[in-house]
């Protein structure tokens, strides 16, 4: 069940990489019977993650139309053209946490996480600094799945914050992702109007929510489990390995919405009927004994572990894969270079209240005395 629905749920690691390379399950809404038949209210939350026009939402010719014009955005040289922005802004996160006092607790979640991957998104897609607050708050809400009022408050807030920031790009625009997707073509196709709020919509809720999330849990299971953390600290594991190993086992994307059925498909050994959902569990998959061996619940560096699904696979692969990685390794390696006494303060936090997003809502440290 999610929130009162009843769908599948795709688990393992074999069944979620078959479907997710499978043309016979579709992204595109339309293809849900219950939402087409109208069994889904109208404010039901989830039908707000999903009943848009975007790239994670079609198919297809329309998807590689789609992912071709946003690729552009996404370049292997725009992405290490933010190298020094990621740099300098982990590094002087991590300089202001080392003016506080040793034994003070420190949420790093609050401190280091979040306004690490909202300033890179920001740089990323021109948003000021004035958006950082309104922008966390409507991914916080989406993630969560709130009331129905909070859901249609929620689209009214985005389709307002999206249209002004176009607005905005069309009026100026500069040399951030935002004003190439607003200006994008590709033989002459545009983005419509819709599929620019919702496209931008989705660059918003994957852009820093999941990334943040991410570090946070990095430095919970790097914490956790001292030993590994005494490995990358002797140099007989390397920090790459760390992010992989984190994006295993620790992803922030426990699972997304939906994958449909085109027409009766047997997965799983189970026939999940044209028009059902299938939950995407990433963090189950990830979890898998059968392909990550008897162990694959424990974090281990040492394990050389096959490809995880922590960012994705096939044609729906992030984007922004190669962005996280670089933020993930960024701050997790400065946090432990500079605070070899860093330590779990108080009792194990809560989680985030969402079937979508892995990760606490605070993480409380103790710093204690920084590297010279």
Not at 127 to 152: I, N, Y
Request: net charge negative; with cysteine; charged share 25%.
């Amino acid at each position: 069940m999610v929130a009162g629905l009843e769908v599948w749920a795709l688990t393992g690691d074999e069944a979620l990489r078959s479907a997710l390379n499978d043309s016979r399950f579709r992204r595109n809404w339309r293809s849900w019977r219950a939402l087409g038949e109208g069994e889904v209210p109208e404010n039901h939350p989830v039908r707000a993650m999903v009943h848009l026009d975007n790239m994670l939402t079609s198919d297809g010719a329309e998807h590689r139309r789609l992912r071709g014009l946003i690729s552009r955005a996404f370049t292997p040289r725009r992405i290490e053209a933010l190298r020094p922005t990621v740099e300098k802004t982990a590094r002087e996160l991590i300089e202001a946490l080392a003016e506080r006092p040793a034994d003070e607790p420190v949420d790093v979640k609050e401190e280091l996480a979040y306004p690490l991957s909202v300033a890179v998104f920001a740089a990323l897609f021109g948003f000021e600094a004035s958006h950082h607050d309104r922008m966390r708050a409507m991914v916080a809400t989406a993630f969560s799945q709130g009331s129905p009022e909070e859901v249609a408050a929620l689209r009214a807030d985005v389709d307002a914050f999206v249209d002004e920031l176009v607005a905005a790009k069309r009026a100026e625009p500069g040399e951030d992702m935002t004003s190439v997707l607003v200006t994008a073509n590709e033989d002459g196709d545009r983005l419509s109007d819709v599929e620019l709020r919702d496209t931008l919509w989705l660059m918003i809720t994957a852009g820093f929510e999941t990334t943040a999330s991410a570090v946070a849990n990095g430095v919970r299971v790097l914490l956790s489990n001292p030993d590994q953390l005494a490995l990358l600290r002797e140099g007989e594991a390397e920090w790459a390995t760390a992010v992989e190993e984190v994006l295993r086992h620790s992803t922030s994307v426990a699972a997304l919405p939906f994958l449909f059925a085109g027409e009766d498909v047997e997965i799983g050994g189970v026939t999940v009927a044209e028009g059902e959902p299938l939950l995407l569990g990433y963090l189950a998959a990830n979890l898998d004994e059968e392909r990550y061996g008897d162990n694959a619940e424990r974090f281990d560096l040492t394990e050389d572990r096959p490809r995880n699904l922590g960012l994705g696979h096939g044609p729906h692969t992030c984007l922004g894969s190669s962005l996280a990685r670089m933020e993930l390794e960024t701050a997790l390696q400065g946090l432990f270079t500079r605070f070899p006494q860093v330590a779990a303060a108080g009792d194990e936090p809560a989680e985030m209240p969402s079937v979508f997003i892995n990760s606490p809502l605070t993480l409380p440290v103790r710093l204690g005395t920084p590297a010279p």
